[in-house]
């Protein structure tokens, strides 16, 4: 059923401050008489936290017929409505408000991390009184507290403004936060008195107006003068949440969601992790140097000279291959791209989820995020957004808020089942969950369909199932969760997942040059252990130290997203800049430009010098990238002008050659993975890996909670701790997948077909 677009608000006539003007009617006041170039104070209002409350009265104006002052927060636009905002009466009120916020207000504003940033502070100024009657002893208590691992909370600078305890549970839904006692006596802490844990806490820090809450790892780094800001793109997932990155002396000090948020994707929010998962550009494992591997020697050289010997490799290479990770960017798959077709018999593959049946679902027309504020069914198959694209989580408990009817299929628990129906599948029949919402996706007047990559690919039947009921749909609108940071970017280059491994096997390659890619710590692991010899020599560009810089004869240190441009395509195929933040070690450089340098030496040279001017190149070649401007795509980026289809893979194999034992389904916690730990702000929350069976499963194998168990599959084997959950089905093995050293990647095929593990004790 097509849905009828919704009729345009009433425009209406009203006077503000002595002059008539237009707005559409029920605008907020406080938002009518901003786009009117009236600022009104607040302190409490904040629209993505959802509907006015009037709690701290700062906000105060007059209106025509009405009596006293009224809250311009919570009062809608109206019809000849007559509003004065700066008399002084108003004046006087507003005076009032804060003079009475400021009656135990602490004098911190020398050391506070807020000062120089501070609503409070700056309103104080602008519409303050400028001094106080108050003569008494200000209230003082111990601080700061640590309401948890990350943020501080210093309870005398506390206003009382709610925004906290809203977003907690509003927005987030964790239901931590509330004010304990009343009055004066009013704090903000969690229920339980326990830590406030959660995916999303850093958001109160920017939402608070006055320094209550600030960001533990940010403690005292910096003032506002000291720093510099840029607008950014995160990319430890495939959200592409915009941020603000905070410099200080060239070092990366903070980052934080953006002061105008990108409301087509994060709407200004950012999880925990891409708040403090900085820290991992000074991890002890981070390559500040080249490495040369001579026989059993590994050397310490300048970049230039790791460069010149990277050359010499591939120089005597007959067919040499390149490897792109998902942490390249779009300039450097496309100069991989480049050099691989400069360079005789050269060979290009990239990490990343085989799209076996995904064709029929990735030739329709995609959507933004925004669009789940339209949508009165939301239905997520698959995945599991909290943890591997959080900020989808907080869009779709939005869309909940609003009314839409959510409905989440698939084997995993998942914190959305709180907000809507829960649909649980047998692993491996998610094709049985998807038919059985034909009729509710056909019948709903806007239903948006969320994806997840990984889990449809490893089942085509149920990718068919989901592209027949979408076809019969066409009001409906679809968005695939992607697996990888980037790599809607390098599929839209048309770099193929498949191809290379089985070329390196077959013994068709000299050497093998990786760009972000470590296939010993990606699935099928064991299969790429046992080729990478075949391959010869291994050239590395990487960030950090890994499995593969064992092996490899040089290794080329690369800067991190936070130190570089370039373009990354978020998975709603929107394509988006990264601006660097710091500078990176004085060793290392960003991996297009060791492309470039390698093409030099090798004397076929590549004709560009800049980001800018690659992308421009990989625009005009690429129908995906058809029309794009890196200088327009400002701080918000744009959608891609067409799909990104795949080049058809090959078919997987059969269920019945999964092996005997357990289905395997993969978990990936949001605190979890190789970003997390290497981040040292992130140690008190990060996760390790563990095998979760339903207690049925505990007991056939005769094993208890917190046993170690060795689990095997046709591919591979590890060691986890096993968890015994009742709430898992029986016949399948949760596996967390992505924690550094815990080698369940190994158990992986690596085209991520259906996979059986045996568990046994360790």
């Known amino acids: 059923m097509a849905v009828e677009p919704a009729a345009p608000p009433e425009v209406v006539t009203w006077t503000l401050d002595g002059r008539q003007v237009a707005s559409p009617h029920g605008t907020i006041l406080v938002d009518a008489a901003a786009a009117h170039g009236v600022e009104i104070p607040i302190f409490c209002y904040e629209p993505r936290i959802g509907p006015p409350i009037g709690a701290c009265r700062m906000c105060l104006v007059q209106i025509e017929g009405m009596r006293g002052f009224q809250t311009a927060c919570s009062t809608p636009v109206g019809a000849d409505m007559v509003v004065v905002t700066g008399s002084p009466d108003v004046k006087a009120a507003q005076d009032g408000v804060l003079e009475l916020l400021l009656e135990n207000h602490p004098l911190d504003c020398p050391v506070c991390d807020k000062g120089g940033e501070c609503p409070l502070q700056d309103r104080t100024f602008k519409f303050g009184p400028g001094r106080t009657r108050f003569i008494e002893t200000k209230r003082h208590f111990p601080k700061p507290l640590d309401l948890s691992a990350l943020v501080a909370i210093d309870r005398e600078r506390c206003i009382a403004c709610f925004r906290c305890i809203r977003f907690s549970q509003d927005v987030a839904g964790d239901g931590q936060l509330t004010f304990q006692e009343r009055g004066a006596g009013t704090e903000v802490a969690t229920f339980s008195g326990e830590p406030y844990i959660g995916r999303f806490t850093g958001n109160i820090i920017d939402l608070c107006p006055v320094g209550a809450l600030t960001s533990t790892p940010y403690r005292f780094v910096s003032r506002p003068w000291d720093i510099a800001n840029a607008p950014s793109v995160c990319a430890l997932c495939p959200v592409g949440c915009n941020t603000e990155l905070t410099v200080r002396e060239g070092s990366m000090r903070r980052v934080t969601g953006r002061l105008e948020p990108n409301y087509a994707v994060e709407e200004g929010w950012i999880c925990d992790k891409g708040r403090w998962g900085y820290a991992l550009g000074w991890s002890a494992d981070r390559l500040r140097h080249g490495l040369v591997r001579e026989g059993d020697e590994v050397r310490e050289v300048s970049l230039e000279e790791a460069v010149d010997a990277a050359a010499v490799v591939l120089g005597r290479a007959a067919a040499p291959g390149i490897l792109v990770g998902t942490g390249a960017t779009v300039e450097e798959g496309f100069l991989a791209r480049e050099l691989a077709g400069l360079l005789t018999g050269a060979s290009i593959g990239r990490l990343g ?158 050497t093998l040059l990786t760009v972000h890619a470590d296939p010993l710590e990606a699935p099928g692991a064991t299969r790429w252990a046992a080729a990478l010899p075949k391959a010869g020599p291994v050239v590395q560009i990487a960030t950090h130290r890994s499995a593969l810089t064992e092996r490899a004869v040089v290794v080329l240190p690369a800067l991190t997203a936070y130190e570089q441009e370039g373009v990354l395509v978020a998975m709603n195929g929107r394509a988006q800049r990264l601006r660097p933040g710091a500078r990176g070690p004085e060793g290392a450089a960003p991996a297009w430009e060791l492309l470039i340098a390698l093409s030099h030496r090798l004397g076929k040279p590549l004709p560009h010098r800049t980001p800018a001017a690659a992308f421009a190149a990989a625009a005009a070649v690429t129908p995906a990238l058809a029309g794009l401007d890196y200088a327009t795509l400002g701080t918000e980026g744009a959608a891609l002008p067409a799909p990104t289809p795949e080049a058809p893979e090959a078919a997987l194999p059969p269920a019945e050659t999964a092996g005997e034992g357990l289905r395997l389904v993969t978990t990936a916690p949001i605190f979890g993975d190789a970003a997390s730990w290497r981040s040292d702000a992130l140690a008190a929350v990060r996760t390790g890996a563990v095998c979760a069976v339903a207690p049925d499963e505990a007991v056939r194998a005769g094993l208890a909670a917190g046993a170690r168990v060795r689990l095997t599959s046709p591919h591979g084997s590890c060691e986890l701790g096993l968890a015994v959950d009742p709430g898992l089905p029986p016949g399948a093995a949760f596996c967390t997948l992505g924690v550094p050293g815990s080698r369940v990647e190994r158990l992986l095929a690596a085209d991520r077909g259906a996979v059986n593990v045996r568990l046994e004790a360790a």
């Open 353 to 510: 989820i085989p799209g076996h049946g995904l064709g029929a679902l990735r030739a329709l027309p995609g959507s933004q995020l925004a669009d789940l504020d339209e949508a009165d069914l939301v239905v997520v198959i698959g995945g599991d957004p909290a943890n591997q694209q959080p900020i989808v989580e907080l869009r779709v408990r939005k869309a909940a808020r609003r009314g839409a009817r959510i409905v989440v299929v698939g084997p995993r628990p998942q914190a959305l089942a709180a907000v809507g129906t829960d649909v649980r599948t047998a692993p491996g029949r998610l094709a049985v969950g998807i038919a059985g919402l034909a009729e509710a996706v056909r019948e709903a007047e806007s239903a948006f369909v969320l994806w997840d990559e990984a889990d449809l690919a490893a089942e085509p039947d149920a990718a068919a199932e989901l592209a027949g009921i979408l076809a019969a749909a066409p009001a409906a609108r679809q968005l695939e969760l992607g697996a990888d940071v980037n790599g809607a970017g390098l599929r839209a280059l048309g770099i193929p997942v498949e191809g290379l491994l089985e070329t390196i096997e077959a013994q068709r390659l000299g």
